[in-house]
């Protein structure tokens, strides 16, 4: 049984930052698909930033371009997201989410196309 674990919300001002770490346990993962989404109050769930296990780089909404960054800890089976500079805009539950296939670029920021969810966290930026 694959489990993400979320840790490391919180509330923030406005220009802070925070890190988030999804811990994932309960298999091994030779190709995968990794991404960080979030749901606002009333909105939508987003894509947020993602990243493929062997196809190099990673990609972020443009929303978050420039203040996101994705990044893993390959002996730790975890991922981050450190996130800078954050904005009031950026509140919301932030969910990590793994697929344990190599999804091609056009489906990666789809979260209909991930298997696996964490919980989600809470972020919250004031102003």
């Known amino acids: 049984q694959v489990q993400l674990v979320e840790s490391g919300g919180g509330l923030v001002q406005a220009g802070g930052s925070l890190k988030l770490s999804c811990a994932a346990s309960?298999?091994?993962?030779?190709?995968?698909?990794m991404g960080w989404f979030r749901r606002a109050p009333g909105k939508e769930r987003e894509f947020v930033a993602g990243?493929?296990?062997?196809?190099?780089?990673?990609y972020y909404a443009d929303s978050v371009k420039g203040r996101f960054t994705i990044s893993r800890d390959n002996a730790k089976n975890t991922f981050y997201l450190q996130m800078n500079n954050l904005k009031p805009e950026d509140t919301a539950v932030y969910y990590c989410?793994?697929?344990?296939?190599?999804?091609?670029?056009?489906?990666?920021?789809?979260?209909?196309?991930?298997?696996?969810w964490g919980q989600g966290t809470q972020v919250t930026v004031s102003s």
């Open positions: 990243m493929r296990r062997s196809a190099g780089g990673e």
């Open positions: 309960g298999r091994t993962f030779t190709s995968y698909t």
């Open positions: 989410a793994l697929e344990d296939s190599r999804l091609i670029l056009s489906r990666t920021r789809d979260g209909d196309n991930y298997e696996y």
